[in-house]
């Protein structure tokens, strides 16, 4: 496994904590506007990092509030739409029956902060995919998170 969603301790959730430090080093801002619809986001910690991604937040503003699905993979999946971004690569696309492909992690619902009480690892070559239950065409993404090289 490549990807990790752990539980935020009391510590963590009550003095701003993030894996033991106390700030955050990486914030990406995505906006998504399409003609064509897509329904799931891809965020990869590209195989060749030498790093692990932390990610501590995942807000996310969509036209579609009513649910997504966290998944995982150990590998990137193609995208037809990638965008650039210092270290995490970020893609998009429309694929039917997505969430049959790949291991679930958590339901999200009628939530701005995808991960609130939880975290993401991501270890070199690993994806979360965020997968909307309707077609989207538009959708603003902020991550927070921290790089710890090895």
Do not use: A
């Not at 995490?88 to 997505?98: A, C, H, R, T, V």
């Not at 991960?115 to 993404?141: A, C, K, M």
């Amino acid at each position: 496994m490549k990807v990790f969603l752990l539980k935020k301790s009391i510590d963590e959730r009550e003095i701003f904590l993030f894996r033991g430090s106390t700030e955050i080093k990486y914030v990406s801002k995505i906006d998504i506007k399409e003609e064509s619809p897509f329904n799931y986001l891809s965020i990869t910690n590209p195989s060749d990092s030498n790093c692990i991604c932390t990610l501590h937040s995942l807000q996310l503003k969509s036209n579609d509030k009513k649910s997504l699905i966290l998944l995982m993979n150990d590998q990137k999946i193609n995208c037809s739409k990638e965008l650039k971004n210092d270290i995490l690569k970020i893609g998009y696309d429309f694929k039917d029956n997505i969430d049959s492909k790949f291991m679930e992690l958590s339901t999200i619902i009628n939530k701005d902060n995808l991960l609130e009480d939880n975290y993401i690892i991501l270890v070199p070559g690993g994806t979360l995919i965020l997968s909307f239950q309707e077609s989207v065409n538009e959708t603003h993404l902020s991550i927070t998170y921290n790089l710890e090289n090895f």
